[in-house]
């Protein structure tokens, strides 16, 4: 069985590159899919005719009262998120190896969950973490204490913001804000240079120990950022295993081991049947 296979090549592996898409934070509660969640969380939102969250990515807004009445909410709602099983078991698993963490998620999930910040690369940014659009400058801030400000001043019935001197503005120009987020050319990605060295320095170290690439929950979004160097740098390696766990997309490249099956199963699995 591959899942065998799977916790085997855990296992033997020295060194281990974790690669966590959306997927990843779906059982911790963040699905921008789930109609029903959405209904429940933001129902001011139907009328306007939006039935789940990925709807909304990039949506043009005619009126930042009804923007920030929503993102805030939204955001807020991922803020009040705290340490999930699945990282926890992912941590559990990986503790006592060399690893590291490649994310495309926003949402902090991994640095809640008692992973360390030296051994986390977001290259697509931090979303509570404010920067203007412009931009005028690189600077960001953390916008954590103004989105739950925010949060306080949204009308339920019609989700827009209440009172318009909170819509967030530039301290500097006075411009329109958005998150720190690769979302255009506007995104200032000077905070994550760091978090880049640090990848290529683990990569350095240890490319040259039995390594696994461990990927969970990536799929075609943006596989340019996870999944297509993942492949890349495993075809390269003779002596690396690759694991992709993925319940749509779990296709792998010759040799790899692929699980068609959701993430909180595989975990699950993994942890309690560990060599």
Same mark, same amino acid.
């Given at each position: 069985?591959?899942?065998?296979?799977?916790?085997?090549?855990?296992?033997?592996?020295?060194?281990?590159?974790?690669?966590?898409?959306?997927?990843?934070?779906?059982?911790?509660?963040?699905?921008?899919?789930?109609?029903?969640?959405?209904?429940?969380?933001?129902?001011?939102?139907?009328?306007?005719? #939006?039935?789940?969250?990925?709807?909304?990515?990039?949506?043009?807004?005619?009126?930042?009262?009804?923007?920030?009445?929503?993102?805030?909410?939204?955001?807020?709602?991922?803020?009040?998120?705290?340490?999930?099983?699945?990282?926890?078991?992912?941590?559990?698993?990986?503790?006592?190896?060399?690893?590291?963490?490649?994310?495309?998620?926003?949402? $902090?999930? #991994? /640095?809640?969950?008692? *992973?360390?910040?030296?051994?986390?690369?977001?290259?697509?940014?931090?979303? #509570?973490?404010?920067?203007?659009?412009?931009?005028?400058?690189?600077?960001?801030?953390?916008?954590?204490?103004?989105?739950?400000?925010?949060?306080? +001043?949204?009308?339920?019935?019609?989700?827009?913001?209440?009172?318009?001197?909170?819509?967030?503005?530039? !301290?500097?120009?006075?411009?329109?804000?958005?998150?720190?987020?690769?979302? @255009?050319? *506007?995104?200032?990605?000077? !905070?994550?240079?760091?978090?880049?060295?640090?990848?290529?320095?683990?990569?350095?170290?240890?490319? /040259?120990?039995?390594?696994? #690439?461990?990927?969970?929950?990536?799929?075609?979004?943006?596989? @340019?950022?996870?999944?297509? !160097?993942?492949? +890349?740098?495993?075809?390269?390696?003779?002596?690396?295993? *690759?694991? $992709?766990?993925?319940?749509?997309?779990?296709?792998?490249?010759?040799?790899?081991?692929?699980?068609?099956?959701?993430?909180?199963?595989?975990?699950?699995? *993994?942890?309690?049947?560990?060599?």
């Amino acid at each position: 069985m591959n899942i065998e296979k799977a916790i085997q090549a855990i296992s033997s592996a020295d060194a281990i590159l974790i690669g966590a898409g959306a997927g990843m934070s779906v059982p911790a509660g963040i699905d921008l899919m789930d109609q029903e969640s959405f209904a429940k969380n933001y129902p001011a939102m139907l009328q306007y005719g #939006f039935t789940f969250g990925y709807q909304l990515m990039g949506y043009p807004y005619q009126d930042d009262r009804l923007r920030w009445g929503y993102l805030s909410t939204s955001l807020n709602n991922m803020l009040q998120l705290g340490k999930d099983k699945s990282y926890q078991n992912l941590l559990q698993l990986v503790k006592d190896k060399e690893y590291f963490v490649l994310t495309t998620n926003i949402d $902090r999930l #991994f /640095h809640k969950n008692d *992973f360390p910040e030296d051994k986390i690369y977001t290259p697509q940014g931090d979303t #509570f973490y404010f920067q203007c659009k412009l931009p005028c400058t690189d600077e960001v801030w953390d916008a954590r204490e103004q989105i739950q400000e925010m949060a306080k +001043n949204v009308d339920p019935k019609t989700q827009y913001l209440t009172n318009e001197d909170l819509i967030p503005r530039c !301290p500097n120009c006075g411009g329109e804000v958005y998150m720190n987020v690769r979302s @255009g050319g *506007f995104f200032i990605d000077d !905070p994550y240079e760091q978090g880049a060295k640090n990848l290529n320095n683990w990569l350095k170290k240890n490319s /040259h120990k039995k390594l696994l #690439f461990l990927e969970i929950g990536v799929g075609y979004n943006t596989p @340019g950022v996870i999944r297509y !160097p993942f492949e +890349n740098m495993y075809n390269q390696l003779q002596d690396a295993d *690759f694991i $992709r766990i993925n319940a749509d997309y779990s296709d792998v490249p010759e040799g790899g081991i692929g699980l068609k099956m959701d993430i909180e199963s595989a975990l699950d699995y *993994f942890l309690s049947n560990q060599e």
